[in-house]
């Protein structure tokens, strides 16, 4: 029998590990290696979890309200002991987006078991079944049907699957619906994945304002029009329009990008705006510089400040804008094209196996926009990217 502590531990670290995952799938500097070894660390807490049994699901449902990582770690050993029945009334919010996080983690029955219990049981567990087929990467025939869902969660998460399971299915829905407020930010991102830069253009705008990465965030990047990102009056905020500049890929966006570069709010994103254009590893080139000394990063001491979220330029370099100015100025023309990592977008399949969890996401939205390939999972287990990427899918 594993003592109380014991399982107390285990629970705590997958919560913290979970959370840590889930930024780490939209960071710079992870790559599959280094998301792997967070994979492994997370699974041997579940692993001490399952042997705990009864009791640490118990553990887990009492934290479970507060906590995403134990959200997903009971809908693992739930679905696996037949047990799903005990998270029924919790599923809304962010348990019920664990919970189907969680089944893209299940073995082939323990899924198969958590998505018939989800489609077979009222409220919230529909919509948890619907975000579960996207996290599964399985066709899944009812999808156009819970994209036409009354149901809004339900429709919502439909739609959202759709994104990393092809949009065929889905996308006359999604016209139908992308008036609706409650669904509309899901329809504009499959329309945009579809090619449509005014569906790009509405996806902004139900993201504003932006101040970190997000799925949806990035396919509006490489689907909105270019003339929108050249606007200072996008109503965007600064920060958004680097890193929309970047995910856009155009060359001809980076003296704007360079023209940020003094600006401490924007200095780092501008930087790897370029970066995510050009391929330039600004460190390796000697194009940074030391941070200056009135630079905010993170959340301030101010008691009094609302805002509290992390610094999505947390571990950026920051660019040396003259050593920049000089360095592209003594680049070839770019020619016409829009260029993703240094390379011409029609190979940034090479870029899904990259060092960089951005970079991957911008590829994997490129693949899916060029009907190459449906979205790949950037944020899956990395048994699962190494698993499709060997396959060639």
């Given at each position: 029998?594993?003592s109380?502590d014991?399982?107390?531990e285990?629970?705590?670290?997958?919560c913290?590990l979970?959370?840590?995952?889930?930024?780490?799938?939209?960071q710079?500097?992870?790559?599959?290696?280094?998301?792997?070894?967070?994979d492994?660390?997370l699974?041997?807490?579940l692993?001490g979890?399952?042997v705990?049994g009864?009791?640490?699901?118990?553990?887990?449902?009492?934290?479970?309200p507060?906590e995403?990582?134990?959200?997903?770690?009971?809908?693992?050993?739930?679905?696996?002991?037949?047990?799903?029945?005990?998270?029924?009334?919790m599923?809304?919010g962010?348990?019920?987006?664990?919970a189907?996080?969680?089944?893209g983690?299940?073995?082939?029955?323990s899924?198969?078991?958590?998505?018939?219990?989800w489609?077979?049981?009222?409220?919230?567990?529909l919509?948890?079944?619907?975000a579960?087929?996207?996290?599964r990467?399985?066709?899944?025939?009812?999808?156009?049907g819970?994209a036409a869902?009354?149901?809004?969660s339900?429709?919502?998460?439909?739609?959202?699957?759709?994104?990393?399971?092809?949009?065929?299915?889905?996308?006359?829905?999604a016209?139908?619906?992308a008036?609706e407020?409650?669904?509309?930010?899901?329809?504009?991102?499959?329309?945009?994945?579809?090619?449509?830069?005014?569906?790009g253009?509405?996806l902004?705008?139900?993201?504003a304002?932006?101040?970190?990465?997000?799925?949806?965030?990035?396919?509006a990047?490489?689907?909105?029009a270019?003339?929108?990102?050249?606007?200072?009056?996008?109503?965007?905020?600064?920060?958004?329009?680097c890193?929309l500049a970047?995910?856009?890929?155009?060359?001809?966006l980076?003296?704007?990008?360079?023209?940020?570069?003094?600006?401490?709010?924007?200095a780092?994103?501008?930087g790897?705006?370029?970066?995510?254009?050009?391929?330039a590893d600004l460190?390796?080139l000697?194009?940074?510089?030391?941070a200056?000394?009135?630079a905010a990063?993170?959340?301030s001491?101010?008691?009094?400040d609302t805002?509290?979220?992390?610094?999505?330029?947390?571990?950026?370099?920051?660019?040396?804008?003259?050593?920049?100015e000089?360095?592209?100025?003594?680049?070839?023309?770019?020619?016409?094209?829009r260029?993703?990592?240094?390379?011409?977008?029609?190979?940034?399949?090479?870029?899904l196996?990259a060092?960089?969890?951005r970079?991957?996401?911008?590829a994997?939205?490129?693949?899916?926009?060029?009907?190459?390939r449906?979205?790949?999972p950037?944020?899956a287990?990395v048994a699962?990217?190494?698993?499709?990427?060997?396959?060639?899918?």
């Amino acid at each position: 029998m594993t003592s109380p502590d014991l399982i107390l531990e285990h629970a705590e670290e997958c919560c913290f590990l979970w959370h840590q995952r889930r930024i780490a799938v939209y960071q710079p500097n992870i790559g599959l290696d280094a998301l792997e070894r967070l994979d492994e660390r997370l699974l041997a807490h579940l692993d001490g979890l399952r042997v705990a049994g009864g009791e640490a699901i118990t553990t887990l449902l009492a934290l479970a309200p507060g906590e995403a990582g134990a959200a997903w770690a009971a809908a693992i050993l739930c679905a696996e002991d037949g047990r799903l029945a005990l998270l029924d009334d919790m599923l809304s919010g962010t348990v019920g987006e664990a919970a189907a996080e969680a089944a893209g983690w299940m073995d082939e029955a323990s899924a198969g078991r958590a998505l018939m219990h989800w489609t077979t049981t009222s409220g919230a567990a529909l919509a948890v079944a619907a975000a579960a087929t996207g996290f599964r990467g399985l066709a899944e025939p009812r999808l156009a049907g819970w994209a036409a869902s009354a149901d809004t969660s339900t429709a919502r998460a439909a739609l959202a699957s759709a994104l990393r399971l092809g949009i065929a299915p889905v996308v006359e829905v999604a016209r139908k619906r992308a008036s609706e407020p409650a669904v509309a930010q899901a329809a504009h991102a499959v329309l945009a994945l579809s090619g449509s830069t005014a569906a790009g253009e509405s996806l902004l705008a139900t993201l504003a304002p932006v101040r970190s990465w997000s799925l949806p965030l990035i396919i509006a990047g490489r689907s909105s029009a270019q003339q929108r990102l050249r606007e200072p009056g996008a109503g965007l905020g600064p920060w958004a329009v680097c890193m929309l500049a970047g995910a856009a890929g155009e060359p001809s966006l980076v003296p704007q990008l360079i023209a940020r570069m003094d600006d401490p709010r924007t200095a780092r994103c501008a930087g790897e705006a370029l970066s995510t254009i050009t391929g330039a590893d600004l460190r390796t080139l000697g194009l940074t510089r030391s941070a200056p000394a009135d630079a905010a990063s993170g959340p301030s001491e101010d008691p009094a400040d609302t805002d509290v979220a992390m610094d999505p330029d947390e571990d950026l370099p920051w660019p040396d804008r003259a050593a920049v100015e000089a360095w592209w100025k003594r680049q070839p023309a770019a020619g016409p094209g829009r260029l993703l990592g240094g390379l011409p977008v029609a190979q940034a399949g090479q870029l899904l196996a990259a060092d960089n969890q951005r970079l991957r996401w911008a590829a994997s939205v490129e693949l899916a926009k060029s009907g190459e390939r449906r979205l790949f999972p950037v944020d899956a287990p990395v048994a699962t990217q190494r698993r499709l990427l060997q396959a060639g899918r």
